[in-house]
């Protein structure tokens, strides 16, 4: 039996891009490139939608609900005389929004995209009857999708959720944890159904509702393949990246199986944030970390191995019902 460890691969240097430049797609890359949006142009339409971008009222009201101060640093940006200005969060990307759904006061956040791109194409796919509604699909819930066609831009409402996987109370019971495991699994298995490797699977696209629901973000560099044999990518760079794209200096000759490689990290990462070293977890990721990515196993096999591992780990007799 292989040693086992609870410390997944390091990122590769290679990993701290957000967008690749992919020589296969016919020069799209304009279309795939992050957006900057004139946010206050869209303003309007995006009221008419129900929907209300984050002023600096509001963030003086989120200080105030809290019973906390407002920083200085604020306060120096922003007058008294100013509380209908849009106020972007300094922590998102430009892409990236804080928002109100007008009708319940739900927090939302919009995020730009190219009409054109493949992250569009792939999120409106899978939030579209009858995949949105599928058990298997934990893509985050998306409440609108607003099209100009004029400017040849998108904006993808979504449900506010937390990338604090944990909790300040700390780290939930492993009934718990295993079921937020099958979610991470369900759903890359879920897309792979449908031929869309994701292609930046890690902690930092995932997000909870803190209700036992966790859901995939960023489809920046997501694929979906219409043939049964995907095509290489060329100048892959992601988050974590697979031993076969270092040798191939940055090509990708199996998208899926990269899938594969990474899923198998998240799922050492997690144990490692949430204290659950199982030895049977671990042990359950070293087939899909072969170095060979033809050795790796597909995510429908990886997704029937945990349910027969599951139930083999010890003190788990009364395991809920996982599905």
Excluded at 95 to 114: Q, S
Excluded at 188 to 194: D, I, Y
Excluded at 241 to 250: A, D, F, R, T
Excluded at 293 to 300: D, F, K, L, Q, T
Aim: glycine share 4%; charged share 25%.
């Amino acid at each position: 039996m292989p040693s086992v460890s609870c410390d997944a691969p390091p990122p590769s240097p290679a990993s701290t891009a957000s967008s690749f430049d992919d020589d296969n797609d016919d020069g799209d890359d304009d279309a795939n490139a992050r957006v900057r949006p004139n946010w206050p142009a869209y303003r309007a339409a995006l009221r008419l939608r129900g929907f209300r971008l984050d002023t600096v009222q509001d963030v003086r009201d989120f200080y105030s609900r809290r019973g906390r101060r407002i920083p200085d640093y604020f306060l120096a940006r922003h007058s008294a005389d100013v509380n209908d200005a849009l106020c972007p969060d300094a922590g998102l990307p430009d892409n990236l929004f804080r928002g109100t759904r007008t009708c319940d006061g739900a927090k939302v956040v919009i995020k730009a995209v190219h009409l054109q791109s493949r992250e569009f194409a792939v999120i409106r796919f899978l939030s579209t009857p009858p995949l949105r509604d599928h058990p298997m699909n934990h893509c985050i819930p998306v409440l609108d999708l607003l099209e100009v066609e004029q400017d040849s831009l998108a904006f993808i409402v979504m449900e506010e959720w937390s990338s604090q996987l944990i909790d300040d109370e700390g780290p939930c019971c492993l009934r718990l944890f295993l079921a937020a495991l099958r979610q991470f699994i369900e759903h890359v298995a879920f897309m792979h159904k449908h031929r869309i490797a994701h292609l930046d699977i890690s902690l930092r696209n995932l997000l909870t509702d803190y209700k036992g629901h966790y859901a995939y973000i960023d489809y920046e560099l997501s694929r979906r393949f219409d043939d049964a044999v995907p095509a290489c990518i060329s100048g892959f760079r992601t988050t974590e990246v697979p031993p076969e794209c270092e040798l191939l200096n940055g090509d990708c000759p199996d998208p899926f199986k990269a899938d594969v490689w990474a899923l198998a990290v998240l799922i050492l990462r997690a144990c490692k944030l949430a204290g659950y070293c199982v030895k049977e977890i671990v042990q359950f990721t070293i087939p899909m970390l072969n170095p060979h990515p033809e050795n790796r196993p597909s995510m429908s096999d990886v997704l029937r191995t945990f349910d027969e591992m599951v139930p083999t780990i010890r003190d788990l007799d009364r395991l809920p019902n996982l599905h």
